[in-house]
Every structure is written in C-alpha cells, then in structure tokens.
C-alpha cells in the first residue's frame, strides 16, 4: 500500500537558523512528490514538486525539498527560518501513472513553529 | 485560494439529517476532489472526478456521495450525517495537461454534527 510518513509531528526552530521538515513515502512506480503548507482557517497551499529532472527543487517562500530515490525521502529545508513560516506542513505522494497521480496521499503533517 | 470557494464556511447540523457542501472553481481545470481533514490523521480522499461523467470513490467514500454538476461545481452529500463525520472538509482542483499535477484548495467547510 502507498503511504507517506512524516515522522515529527512538530518541529521547532529559532528564527534565522536552518529548518528541515521530514517527509518518506511508499509509492510504486516513479513518484511525484509534492509539500503543502497550511496557515489557520486556511486551505492547503502548494510550495512545491518533484515530478522529474533535478533532484533538488526550489518552491515559494525560499523553499526548496530534495528528492532522494535511494532513501525514498523528500525533506523540505529552508537556509533560514522566519517566524511567518510557522504552520502545519503537509508532505504528499502519488504514483506517476495517468489516473493514479490524482490519487494523491498525504503524510499526517508537521506542525513547524518558529520562535523569535 | 479565492479560485476555488466553498460553502458554506461553517456548519452545525443534527445527527440523521442531510446536508450538502458545495464547491466552485474558476480556474478551469477538469479534475476536481473532496477530502476531509481530521487531526493527526492528514487528508483523505473521499471522491474525485476526471470531468463531468466520471467519478470516482477515494479511501473513504462510505456515508457520503458526490455530484459533478459542471465542470466547475462539485458537491459533497452527506445523506445521514453522523458525529463522526465531524471534520474538516476541503475541496480542490487539479489540472494535468502539461504536467500540472498539483492539486488547489478551497479554504474548507468546518461541519459539526451533534
């Protein structure tokens, strides 16, 4: 069964330091892999995606996420944390197949709050 | 995201009864897709559809069905709601020509049933 597994349910971190939120997945086939963030009372917004090419891909807000195969992980990372990127983050899945890369799954998400 | 609305916003109803969340989209795109959020647990999918005459069930499609009335509306039924249909609900779009696969959210419904 295809799954993704995001081991922290929160992460905290001082402002201005590194952050890295975790994120691995089970999908068959070649993946495409996304992270979404989720402010309150809002829906989820896209930051980015790995769907082929460059294993390392850049998003919004200074994101960027590294697609490693051998380890079927997807990190998110940011060089340095401002306290606005404090919110729920969402990593998800889908197999690469025509009708399946609509069946996306969602990790459990990850609360990330940065302290001033 | 404004291009993709939901309504309503909120809602409180009483356990047996039905109820309707809507869900439009501007965007254009053709595929379309209802999840509900519930904490810890992430977003599960219960229906989607490719266009107007093709649905299909999620994860969690039991207690609930779904309308595609245009391309641009797609509601969620709840024939007999039940308290622990109490959730987040969140309607999104997608559109995969070019090799868009990402999916955009409305802003959700909050549904208590008591």
Redesign the interface.
Known sequence: AQS?AQPE?QVNVAEGNPLTVKCTYSVSGNP?L?W?VQYP??????LL?Y?TGDNLVKGSYGFEAEFNKSQTSFHLKKPSALVSDSALY?CAA?NSG??S????I????TRLSIRP | DADVTQTPRNRITKTGKRIMLECSQTKGHDRMYWYRQDPGLGLRLIYYSFDVKDINKGEISDGYSVSRQAQAKFSLSLESAIPNQTALYFCATSDERQGHYEQYFGPGTRLTVT
């Open positions: 993704v349910d495409y996304f979404y009372n809002r829906g989820l917004q896209f995606k769907i969402f889908a025509y009708s890369a609509s069946k996306i969602f990790g459990s998400g």
